[in-house]
């Protein structure tokens, strides 16, 4: 069986469970997993587009995503929950982060490669120092919560029934949480589906020609720089998006869900887990990552407990220390799995 | 081109920006205060920066797990400066200085041995492979801080500073903490034995001429990687001793330490160009006294005007104001 | 037996093939000339008999033994010394400087500075400068003096008189025949003209593969051969 398409399957699932997912896990909780799993999969896949298929390495995809989910936020805290300040905030957080993109790509990206990793991990920590001090507008380390879009409200009905009550279909609600996640869901699908198109397009051909051989493509004329600034930028704006969409999604923005390293560096994690330049690892990354993080965690809580009693133990294994033992796992996966899950299958019968 | 064209005018730098400064801040006597406190902060923030500078310059390798050398010095340091605090806080100079000493050697001894294990670890395996150094580099970098929580805590810890660094010098209306002059003081002996080091010995003449063409170097008959790997613990063990100052001089440190040094580190090379140690020194006393300046005129803005300054500086030179010669 | 013999040697660069089975002697002494178009291998080649790129497969064998795979720097410890086509040198050092790393023991013999001195009297002249200041020319008999300050067996050059004006090119000549006297070059060049004034033997390279070996007088004498393999790059001849 010709091993792209397992990768896909696994892939489509991942989106067919997404789709059902309000009628499958009605926990709160879960929903609240499957959700971040949809953005997630569009901010990891914008970055795949990036640093799979142009080899660059950028720190400041957090910051674009940032923007979008401040844009949003600040937009309707300041200027209320209607559907004109959403666009608003969400125009200007997209505008703020292309120019950001342009600006950053061009002035690095014609130097070496090496530096374009510096110059944004340099850009993203001032943009987390800016969030963070000045409070008065963006909430500073505490972030801002503010009410969204009525017809997201959970005591907005959606479909009614016969008595105007509201609607349940195979037991859900159909109320305006379920529409705001079918909100999520298809925007972070039409991003998703949108990459691929891009990937698959004459532009995916020149990026992977790029990627193989720099010197070559120039001597063939084409416009490194030029190509490289374009897709920071679209990645960028498509990070952006995909900000706003969770910005609307949690109804809190701060510097811990859409700004901090930690995120940057879970990013980092999806890509590389699911298989650098292969778009569809994206899904798988995304997921596995996502699932870990709220449920892994549990388990080391109990680990941790278990081990009380031993020195040095239980503090390696609280879930404070989470992030130690997944610096640990990304380094073993970059040394013997560079090509991720996805890559390893599609490869798999090579080696 | 004259050299004095190449290296003088950027050279100038610095003290064009004190200049300045001298203007909008208006006092004298806070002026030379900042001044100082720049001086002092560059020289701290060149040891940390040195290394990675040199390691780059070198073999290609960019060491984004650099910063977890100065967080480990600094708490090192820390660490050791508590055990002894009763010999710190003793009228004795001798102990005092026995005590600091002490806390230095911890640091740079750590710092060495850490630059061992890295390199021969995280670093050789990937070797001219930017994409998964960057990431692997980094993925240390994260264990590395986690492992500072785990050992240290998250909170903030106390740095006891040796009693005879304490205290001001008074200079006309200006105070002088004398701590800032002896990082200063210790910085520049560090600068010039690193001179003594490039410049008149053979060791040096070696890394002077790797970093401009490994190949040849080798073709010439030289284990550049053996070179390398010393460099590499020289470069983090300096890193280390630099965060032990820098404890010292913060007096107060947390885990975050090693993410903010690494922001400035990085622009600091890139400002001064990567490879040599003459252009990481000019960086961080840019940097450092920048950070002083609009830290007094507008505080919040410290970081971000360090940012514009890396800025226009690639867009007027791309490659940092005196890189190596390449 | 030869000094230097190449059997079936393969490099490949990234997923790129550049030679395949490359097979040539090289007896001791004199100038040993490789020919070849432009991209056919001849810079490969000689990397590889360096060490700095490693043959996949073949041997290269100097004084009877096998040093493909060997690290540069123990093949130069061996007694070969390479002046590469873009010279090599530190720019940043200065000319004693450049001189001095090429030492083994960072001690100069003074017979060999003093026979170097006369072959390139503007060394001397610019003992004490930084490399980068000297003329293409000064550079290229920096590269060469630097392979030739220690006593060597073999001395790998790849195209000395690119880019050279014509009367240093006859200087450079002159130098080669003097150190060929008691040192083998094996020398890679575009330079027909050059070439044949200095060759004995020769071999030229195609695609990766020698296709040709034999003595360049022979070579010389035979139009319809050099029209055949060097016909893109005759222009010397």
Known sequence: MNRALIVKIIALTVWGLLLFAPFLFQDVRQIEVAARICVFIVLVASYDLLIGYTGIVSFAHVMFFGFGAYGVAISMKHLGAGWGPWFLGLGAGVVVAAVMAVLIGLLSLRVKAIFFAMITLAAASVALVLASQLSSFTGGE??????????????????????????????????????????????????????????????????????????????????????????????????????????????????????????????????????MGTMWGAVIGATLMVLAQYYLRDLMEVAAGATANIPLLPDLLSPDRWLLWLGLAFILLVYFFPAGIAGTIMEGRRK | MGKLDRFGGVFLLPLIIAAVAFVLIGAPSSWLTLTIAGLSMGMMIFLMASGLSLVFGLMDVLNFGHSAFVSFGAFIAASVLAYFGGWLTSGNIALNILAFTLALAAAITFGAAAGWFFERV?????????????????????????????????????????????????????????????????????????????????????????????????????????IFIVVFMLGSALASLGGAMWAGYETIITPALGAQMMVIVFIVVIIGGLGSIQGTLLGALIVALMQNYVGFLAPKLALASNMLLMMAILLWRPSGLAPAVK | MSLLSLRGVDVSIGQYSVLHGVTFDVPEGGVFVLLGRNGAGKTTTLRSIMGLWKPQSGQVMF??????????????????????????????????????????????????????????????????????????????????????????????????????????????????????????????????AFAKSLGREMAVIEDGQVVHRGSMADFVADQALQDRLLSLSAEGA
């Open chain 1, 142 to 275: 505490d972030g801002m919560t503010y009410s969204v879009q009525s017809v997201f409200k959970p005591a907005t009905k959606i479909l009614t029934d016969a008595e105007g009550k509201v609607l349940q279909v195979a037991g859900v609600r159909m109320n305006g949480k379920v529409l705001l996640y079918y909100f999520v869901f298809a925007i972070s699908a039409g991003l998703f589906w949108t990459m691929l198109r891009i990937v698959g397009s004459p532009l995916g051909t020149v990026l992977k020609a790029i990627r193989e051989n720099e010197a070559r493509a120039e001597g063939i004329g084409y416009r490194v720089v030029a190509y490289r600034t374009s897709v920071f930028l679209i990645a960028a704006v498509t990070a952006a998006l995909a900000g706003g969409v969770y910005a609307t999604w949690l109804k809190y923005t701060g510097p811990e869900t859409t700004l901090s390293f930690a995120i940057m560096i879970d990013i980092l994690l999806m890509v590389v887990i699911g298989g």
């Open chain 2, 122 to 226: 995280i670093v050789k395996p990937v070797y001219r492979d930017h994409l998964r150094q960057i990431l692997i580099t980094m993925g240390a970098l994260i264990v590395a801080e986690q492992l500072i929580l785990a050992v240290w805590g998250g909170s903030p810890i106390n740095v006891p500073r040796p009693h005879f660094l304490e205290g001001t010098l008074i200079i006309g209306q200006s105070s002088l903490e004398i701590y800032r002059l002896f990082a200063f003081v210790l910085g520049a002996v560090v600068y010039a034995a690193l001179y003594i080091l490039l410049n008149r010995t053979r060791m040096g003449l070696l890394i002077r001429a790797g970093v401009e063409n490994r190949e040849m170097v080798e073709a010439l008959g030289f284990r550049i990687d053996r």
């Open chain 3, 63 to 192: 004084r009877g033994e096998n040093i493909a795979g060997l690290h540069a720097s123990g093949i130069a410890r061996k007694g070969i010394a390479f002046v590469p086509e873009n010279m090599g040198i530190f720019g940043g050092l200065t000319v004693a400087e450049n001189m001095v790393l090429a030492t083994a023991r960072g001690k100069f013999d003074d017979a060999r500075l003093t026979r170097i001195y006369e072959l390139f009297p503007a060394l001397e002249q610019f003992w004490d400068k930084q490399a980068w200041s000297l003329s293409g020319g000064q550079k290229q008999m920096l590269a060469v003096a630097r392979a030739i300050i220690e006593p060597r067996d073999l001395i790998l050059i790849d195209e000395p008189t690119k880019g050279l004006a014509p009367s240093i090119i006859a200087a450079m000549g002159e130098a080669f025949r003097e150190i060929s006297a008691n040192t083998t070059i094996l020398l890679v060049e575009q330079n027909f």
